[in-house]
């Protein structure tokens, strides 16, 4: 079992900055794949970004890539999301996930229902 608890949201005006951190239970932190996604108000859940179990590996949906970045320590069993040039139409909930990695960490690595474990979510909003 892995818990995840995620923070660092909260209000911002547009073009500022935002890093949010997601604190997982457990002693086997490295051995899962962590990603992020959010979800706005009437829309589904949407990948946003993942990072394989040694942080090497990176995945973004192309819309984001150039203004968030994804990063963990493994030794603090956190992973984080910095978010960058912040848009109004960033505002959701976002939330951190993680599955059990393999050698092939990318498969399915942006589906939602892939993920065995979530966080409750933290409320992102963005002001113009």
């Known amino acids: 079992q892995v818990q995840l608890v995620e923070s660092g949201g909260g209000l911002v005006q547009a073009e500022n900055s935002l890093r949010l951190s997601c604190a997982a239970s457990g002693r086997t932190f490295a051995t899962y794949v962590m990603g992020w996604f959010r979800q706005a108000p009437g829309k589904e859940r949407e990948f946003v970004a993942a990072?394989?179990?040694?942080?090497?590996?990176?995945k973004y949906i192309d819309s984001l890539k150039d203004r968030f970045t994804i990063s963990r320590d493994n030794a603090k069993n956190t992973v984080f999301l910095q978010m960058n040039g912040l848009k109004p139409e960033d505002t959701a909930v976002y939330y951190c996930?993680?599955?059990?990695?393999?050698?092939?960490?990318?498969?399915?690595?942006?589906?939602?229902?892939?993920?065995?474990?979530w966080g409750q979510g933290t409320q992102v909003t963005v002001s113009s």
């Open positions: 996930a993680a599955k059990l990695g393999n050698s092939d960490w990318l498969y399915r690595v942006s589906v939602p229902e892939s993920y065995a474990y």
């Open positions: 990072i394989s179990m040694s942080g090497a590996g990176r």
